[in-house]
């Protein structure tokens, strides 16, 4: 899959430069192509040579070196790689990227080339966890590069935590599906909403459901794999966000509805798949509630039918709902469809084995506005998520 693809690797300054050994050696297994540009620090955990003779190619290091064949080096590499990755990437290169510094070859080239970015970071837990860098990865991430998280461990500094690179396998693989995807939704935004909805009754009680937010998830994850930029807006769940969409993160109802609005103009698709609560408490104590009755009635309100009223305003928007039912579940879903204005529906029995919350796979059937149904096999949701993606093209 990466035969004959031109990877630029960008390596900076740090220990985990020693891993993008391997990484080179794993690519050019692979038969890619690879490209080593170094920082200055990098040259000082490992020495060119070793990249080079891994690569088979010419280490780029210093900007005005007279270059060994003529064309300009930068622009030559940013145009020529199909894709580019910065490991490891520290702190300090984040920050002059995210804030536009070029002011050498590894920078430079960065800032020329309209090839994906993937960067690895790998830096001491505090650093990795201060809002500056923080800030600065978001920023980054809001422009498109993607990043492949460090995981936690015992650091090179012996500190524990967050910060130790992805290793060269998990790196290869994520290089390998960015390269290998289909990306028939670039240049498409969309919304996922995912996982439940909490409604507050006091500060330490709320009322929510059993949705774990993995359909969400998986839709996210697939979009983003085919190429859309993606805002997974979700309630709580302890899943962890897909690489390269942009978790927003919320926690009631109106919570939800008001992050969906400002992001909705730019949206093309909207696919809701959290489980909004219906109702919330009418009043949201600001103390923690007393157990001194025997009896306690909480008044309920109802909540926004966000969907709904994004059917409204849909436009020439793709809105896709998803129904869970106990009873009835076609006729439900079919009636949901015109109610809130969607292109499709994708419902399903809590009661069928294999569907429902918290489960891998899904056993769904899809309901558009002319009534059609579509009666899909058990599959896994990540399958799911693809299918109903082909079916978002199709209109
Ligand atoms: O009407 P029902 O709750 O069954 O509809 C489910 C669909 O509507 C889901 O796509 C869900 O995300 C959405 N929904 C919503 N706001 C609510 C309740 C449900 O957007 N308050």
């Given at each position: 899959m990466l035969k004959n693809k031109n990877i630029v690797l960008g390596v900076t300054g740090?220990?985990?430069?020693?891993?993008a050994c391997d990484l080179v050696s794993r690519l050019v297994k692979a038969e890619a192509n690879v490209d080593v540009i170094m920082t200055q620090n990098a040259t000082k955990f490992i020495n060119p040579l070793t990249f080079q003779s891994l690569s088979s190619n010419q280490v780029i290091v210093?900007?005005?070196?007279?270059?060994?064949?003529?064309?300009i080096q930068h622009i030559s590499l940013a145009k020529k790689a199909d894709l580019f990755i910065i490991a490891p990437a520290t702190a300090n290169i984040i920050g002059k990227i995210a804030n536009g510094i070029a002011d050498d070859m590894l920078t430079t080239t960065v800032m020329a080339t309209k090839a994906p970015v993937v960067f690895a970071p790998a830096m001491n837990c505090n650093m990795y966890e201060n809002p500056i860098l923080q800030s600065n990865i978001e920023r980054l991430k809001a422009l498109g590069y993607k990043f492949i998280e460090p995981s936690k461990g015992r650091l090179a500094c012996g500190d524990m935590g967050i910060?130790?690179?992805?290793?060269p396998d998990v790196i290869e693989s994520y290089i390998n599906s960015m390269l290998d995807r289909?990306?028939?939704?670039?240049?498409k935004t969309i919304i996922v909403t995912a996982g439940p909805t909490r409604e507050a009754i006091d500060p330490v009680r709320y009322i929510s459901n059993h949705s774990t937010g993995k359909m969400g998830y998986a839709i996210a994850q697939k979009a983003m794999a085919r190429g859309a930029k993606v805002y997974?807006?979700?309630?709580?769940?302890i899943l962890k966000a897909p690489e390269g969409v942009q978790l927003i993160s919320v926690n009631s109802a109106k919570d939800m509805q008001k992050r969906i609005m400002e992001h909705y103009d730019e949206a093309n698709i909207v696919i809701m798949s959290a489980a909004v609560a219906d109702y919330a408490p009418a009043i949201s104590h600001q103390q923690k509630m007393k157990k001194d009755n025997e009896k306690l009635s909480i008044e309920l309100v109802k909540n926004p039918d966000i969907l709904y009223e994004l059917g409204k305003i849909k436009g020439d928007k793709i809105l896709v709902g998803f129904a869970m039912e106990t009873q009835d579940l076609i006729e439900n879903a079919k009636e949901k469809v015109i109610k809130k204005n969607l292109d499709f529906i994708v419902a399903n029995d809590?009661?069928?084995?294999?569907?429902?919350?918290?489960?891998d796979t899904n056993v769904v059937k899809i309901i558009d506005r002319k009534g059609n149904v579509d009666s899909l096999p058990k599959m896994t949701k990540l399958d799911l998520a693809d299918l109903i993606l082909d079916r978002i093209l199709k209109l």
């Open positions: 740090g220990i985990a430069a020693y891993k210093d900007m005005f070196k007279e270059p060994k064949y003529w064309e910060g130790k690179m992805a290793e289909k990306k028939d939704f670039a240049g997974l807006i979700s309630g709580p769940t809590l009661y069928t084995e294999g569907a429902g919350f918290g489960t």
